[in-house]
């Protein structure tokens, strides 16, 4: 049996799947942001007990104790200072902390927008993690000086399942301090910056074996002594080895937000829009976040229909058609969205279907700046909605399979801890809308 952890923002899913791929039992549970003034940051303490009890609960309630491997899918960007137990010495900073804007500015002016994306990848934002290492530096110098390692969700628990801080290539590849052609903590933005890279974690290849649970953990948790832990990797990247990312197909993780996904050769010209992390040893994957886009269509249900689920608001939208009545809707309500084209004729129906094409617009435009694709892997919330599902693909014009699990990161860690023995997601259902696109 196999066990994949998935640490989201705000959740913890534990599932643990059967050599064949089958979801044996799982564990989800919540939990809360830190907001401090203007601060977001998260409980790191939390995420290990989450994970323990987690695992405890699926092996308790199938009963299956002997496992054989576990890997671990987490958040990105997000970081805590431990001390040389691997105990945290401050809550961790969240990647949606948004503190460390000057430090950010400072980085732009240094280096320039265009060198900073070749080295790492990555837009020069306050939300990366080395603006926010910076900040800690200069605000916090007691807490910098005594963490023994300043550790990413991923290689924080992998040090305390089997005692070694290690984390992948994509989780590196967020923190806009690793060097995506050299694979390596990039020299020059260390030495602006004056974080130390001793105290950062190994990189390695995710799948790359990373020790043996410890056996204060084994015991808690259940399972017997020799289960190994395997590399994983951030939470979009798992997902998508979980959807069965292929050269010729995007993932699209359809939920509150989006992330467009789709394997590169290295190559991609700079676009502030787009993101590239290494994936494997000879791989890069290339990424496109989308803000709002299951969000927006929660904004419009409390806001317009607040009566209705949202398999009625489905029901509401096929009462309109391609073109939304002549409605346009502009849908990244994080800088500020538009509406129109109402005029005395249009129906709340009009609205539901122009939101839907709105965010299928910006899914055609984030595919077709990753340079198009065959076929679009699409889960998550979004998923289950066949009407929207139908509109993305006219509007993109290429095959929509709807995958037949939701927990793909989940699946893509299992996968990973399996050596890739188990596969990856089904398709439940294939639509292919052939009508003309927008």
Known sequence: MYIGIDLGTTGCKVVMFSPQGE??????????LIFRGTYVEQDANLWWSLVQDGIWNVV???GLSDITAISVSTQGISFVPVDREGTPLSNAISWLDMRAERMARR???????????????I???????????MWLLENAPKVYAQADKILFPLDFLNQKLCGKAVCDYTIAGGTML????????????????????????????MGTPVGVLLPEVAQYCGIHPGCQVILGGQDQKLAAIGAGIRPEACTVSFGTATA????????????????????EENTYIAEIPLSTTGAALRWLAKTMCPDKSYKEIDEMALLSGPGAGGVTFETDLATG???SGLTLSTTLSDIIYALFEGVSRDIRDGVQRLGGAGELLVFGGGAKSDIWC???????QIPVSILDTPETAALGAAILASKRTIPPAGVKKQIHCTESAD
């Open 23 to 32: 979801i044996l039992c799982e564990y989800n549970q919540e939990y809360e």
């Open 60 to 62: 308790s309630a199938t």
């Open 107 to 121: 980085l732009q002016k240094a280096f320039g927008p265009e060198r900073i994306y070749e080295k790492t990848g």
């Open 123 to 133: 837009e020069c934002e306050a939300d990366y993690s080395l603006p926010k290492l």
């Open 178 to 205: 690793y060097n995506i052609r050299e694979k390596c903590w990039d020299r020059d933005l260390l030495a602006f910056s004056g974080i130390s890279p001793e105290k950062l974690p190994d990189v390695a290849c």
């Open 260 to 279: 467009i996904s789709k394997l590169s050769d290295g190559v991609l010209p700079y676009d502030k829009h787009a993101t590239l992390f290494p994936f």
């Open 337 to 339: 969205g538009t509406l």
């Open 390 to 396: 139908k509109i993305l693909s006219r509007i993109c």
